[in-house]
């Protein structure tokens, strides 16, 4: 050996822990590898929450399906509570604006909007979000509206979000 490999085989390199449970404060969390869709770390991964703005992954899908980006929605209802851009009957945007403004500030009205366009209107919907969670195997998952506001009917738990997600980032 070198003097330099010598010295370098005498030097102590701190030793990895092999395993760790992470600390994490949320009630529930999980972390999955968006290719194979192997779960890598759960904690309480179908205790069923709130989905709040959550919700407007599935908004987003169920839109995108039916509207083209260029299609022309009018604001039907006027929707104040929680993070909104201000929209008012009568307006008029394409669904390609509607769909950044739900998906990056998470604005409800926009979310209103949308549903309030839908051939069923907002009841059909929101019938359609739950038919495309059932198709999706999303079974602990449920919604009451299309921004994620009604806490008490809009649900999921972990392992259907993070499906649910991995599902809207190949989109």
């Given at each position: 050996?070198?003097?330099?490999?010598?010295?370098?085989?005498?030097?102590?390199?701190?030793?990895?822990?092999?395993?760790?449970?992470?600390?994490?404060?949320?009630?529930?969390?999980?972390?999955?590898?968006?290719?194979?869709g192997v779960v890598l770390y759960e904690k309480n991964p179908t205790l069923r929450l709130s989905s709040a703005s959550t919700t407007k992954i599935m908004t987003a899908l169920v839109a995108l399906e039916y509207f083209k980006p260029d299609d022309i929605l009018v604001v039907k209802k006027e929707a104040w509570?929680?993070?909104?851009?201000?929209?008012?009957?009568?307006?008029?945007?394409?669904?390609?604006?509607?769909?950044?403004?739900?998906?990056?500030?998470?604005?409800?009205?926009?979310?209103?909007?949308?549903?309030?366009?839908?051939?069923?209107?907002?009841?059909?919907?929101?019938?359609?979000?739950?038919?495309?969670?059932?198709?999706?195997?999303?079974?602990?998952?449920?919604?009451?509206?299309?921004?994620?506001?009604?806490?008490?009917?809009?649900?999921?738990?972990?392992?259907?979000?993070?499906?649910?997600?991995?599902?809207?980032?190949?989109?």
């Amino acid at each position: 050996l070198s003097v330099a490999q010598e010295q370098d085989s005498k030097i102590e390199y701190p030793m990895l822990k092999t395993s760790f449970t992470p600390v994490i404060s949320a009630r529930s969390a999980i972390v999955m590898d968006f290719e194979s869709g192997v779960v890598l770390y759960e904690k309480n991964p179908t205790l069923r929450l709130s989905s709040a703005s959550t919700t407007k992954i599935m908004t987003a899908l169920v839109a995108l399906e039916y509207f083209k980006p260029d299609d022309i929605l009018v604001v039907k209802k006027e929707a104040w509570e929680g993070s909104t851009l201000g929209l008012k009957t009568g307006q008029r945007f394409t669904f390609e604006n509607l769909l950044y403004a739900l998906l990056l500030p998470s604005t409800n009205d926009t979310a209103l909007t949308i549903a309030t366009n839908f051939e069923g209107g907002e009841t059909g919907f929101i019938e359609k979000m739950n038919e495309s969670a059932r198709n999706l195997n999303l079974y602990n998952t449920h919604f009451d509206d299309a921004s994620g506001l009604l806490d008490d009917g809009d649900y999921t738990n972990a392992l259907d979000l993070a499906r649910l997600t991995s599902i809207a980032l190949k989109n």
